[in-house]
């Protein structure tokens, strides 16, 4: 068994301010939406995986597993997305035991807004400041990471 080893002093202090821009970026990013487009960051997640989504619609459960989401709180968050006219459930399958949701026209359009929005917030709050080697470096690491906790093809 490997020996486990604590942090050097520099290494908390790097991964403490690794955390806090985590937390600062997420925060200004959220903020943006909420205060440029009206809806919030579960809205945005919802909106855009229906954009993407062949027809702009899905199941609910496929929704609760493309946003990695307990069916309960996808289930909540429809209700509330629905009442707003961004979404509609239709019912499919035998007995229309599957529902379905896709975005109305309202939805669309929140959806489309908010992605231009939210990518000039990106670029703002993230790209603007990096360098072309700063930007390589850290898609490297985010690979290299992404490829060591979740491997692709089963090789776990």
């Given at each position: 068994m490997a020996e486990t080893r604590t942090?050097?002093?520099?290494?908390?202090?790097?991964?403490?301010?690794?955390?806090?821009?985590?937390?600062?970026?997420?925060?200004?990013?959220?903020?943006?939406?909420?205060?440029?487009?009206?809806?919030?960051?579960?809205?945005?997640?919802?909106l855009v995986t229906l954009w993407q989504a062949p027809g702009r619609e899905m199941r609910v459960g496929e929704l609760s597993e493309s946003l990695d989401w307990?069916?309960?709180?996808?289930?909540?968050?429809?209700?509330?997305?629905?009442?707003?006219?961004?979404?509609?459930?239709?019912?499919?399958?035998?007995?229309?035991?599957?529902?379905?949701?896709?975005?109305?026209?309202?939805?669309?359009?929140a959806a489309q807004s908010a992605v231009l929005v939210h990518a000039g917030n990106i670029r703002h709050h993230f790209f603007d400041s990096l360098t072309p080697e700063q930007a390589a470096a850290i898609r490297a690491w985010s690979e290299q990471t992404i490829d060591r906790i979740e491997p692709r093809d089963g090789a776990a």
């Open positions: 942090l050097e002093p520099d290494e908390w202090e790097l991964w403490d301010t690794w955390m806090r821009a985590q937390r600062l970026l997420t925060r200004e990013l959220d903020r943006g939406l909420q205060r440029d487009s009206g809806i919030s960051k579960a809205e945005f997640s919802v307990e069916k309960s709180r996808v289930s909540h968050q429809l209700t509330r997305m629905e009442n707003r006219g961004f979404v509609e459930r239709t019912e499919s399958g035998s007995g229309g035991r599957r529902t379905r949701i896709g975005l109305t026209a309202k939805g669309r359009h």
